[in-house]
């Protein structure tokens, strides 16, 4: 693993200008990749926002088809019957589960899943969210660490056994900001559990848009996987909360600030729509990428 300084083109946002210094992880592979190809991109809220509420084997055929080779798993209780099936089918179809959805605790469903990861000998990373009110005081702030250290540690510890990676999941609340996450992860660095990272979701970060160039330049050396999404400021206070890539306003933006910066991870490509068949939605939100990749590549020499 190596580390790439780069500076981050300053583009207006909404009339802000952002510019940053972002510190990234990159891996070989990756950096012979552009970050926009299908190769890198991960199909992620499919199986339970899929109006034709696809099977195992016929949700790894529409991702095969699409061209997808990387897989988060988004269960309901529902689906906890299917798991063994599920990795069965996507195996079948050469798509690797990435990203398995994680109780918020380890609980009997938690180890279950551990279960399951175990016997099929897959190695997915196991994304984890929180909530919480916003902390008043430093006091207050240092409980709440110590309050999530306590949740999120087993768990850490669980997936070290079976090789797996623990990502924090911005999902809104306390915990959901990514200096929070920040902290927490770098407490569990410091007991020597390396196997934690970020995944960063912009349907989740409505609340950064103002300053998301200082904020990437903090959370990038810790991310593994952006999820994105159509963004319009405060829109997750009305019916723009989800949009289509390139439908949106801001999105093209914060994309050009994360290529800039150097880094390199996984991009996830949402459906998220209970209302669509996951692989229209799919199809929508890859055409849309397609388009804002098209203005972020640099142009061709003559």
């Known amino acids: 693993m190596r580390h790439f300084f780069s500076p981050i083109l300053r583009p207006a946002l909404r009339g802000l200008m952002l510019a940053t210094l972002a510190l990234s992880p990159q891996s070989d592979a990756l950096l012979a990749a552009d970050l926009w190809d299908r190769e890198n991109l991960l199909a992620w809220c499919i ?3 899929d109006a034709k509420k696809r099977d195992p084997a016929a949700r790894a055929e529409m991702l095969h088809t699409l061209g ?31 990203a398995w959805w994680f109780p918020t605790k380890l609980d009997d469903t938690a180890r279950r899943i551990l279960e399951v990861i175990e016997r099929h000998r897959i190695h997915p990373q196991l994304w984890v969210t929180g909530a919480g009110e916003a902390v008043t005081t430093p006091e207050e702030q240092t409980a709440r660490i110590e309050r ?21 999941y911005n999902h809104g609340g306390w915990f959901g900001d990514p200096d929070n996450q920040i902290a927490i992860l770098k407490r569990l660095r ?11 979701n912009f349907h989740h970060g409505h ?6 160039a200082a904020r990437w330049s903090r959370m990038a050396p810790y991310v593994d996987t952006v999820n994105l999404n159509g963004m319009i400021a405060g829109g997750d206070k009305g019916s723009d909360k989800i949009v289509t890539l390139a439908n949106g306003e801001l999105e093209l933006g914060l994309m050009r600030t994360i290529q800039a910066s150097g880094w390199r991870g996984r991009v996830g490509i949402l459906n998220h729509r209970t209302d669509v068949d996951a692989a229209e939605g799919l199809q929508r939100n890859l055409a849309g990428l397609d388009r804002l ?8 020499k003559p």
């Not at 990387?70 to 589960?97: C, L, N, P, Q, S």
């Not at 990749?293 to 061709?300: S, T």
């Open 207 to 212: 609340d950064h848009l103002t300053d998301f």
């Open 68 to 98: 997808f080779r990387h897989f988060a798993y988004d269960w309901r209780a529902e689906h906890v019957a299917t798991f063994d099936a599920e990795v069965r089918a996507m195996k079948d179809r050469g798509i690797e589960i990435t």
């Open 47 to 49: 199986v339970p926002y």
């Open 148 to 168: 999530e250290l306590a949740r999120v540690r087993p768990i850490v510890q669980a997936a070290a056994r079976l090789g797996c990676v623990v990502g924090l």
């Open 190 to 200: 410091a007991e020597r559990l390396e196997n934690v990272r970020l995944i960063y």
């Open 293 to 300: 990749a098209a203005q972020l590549r640099p142009a061709a």
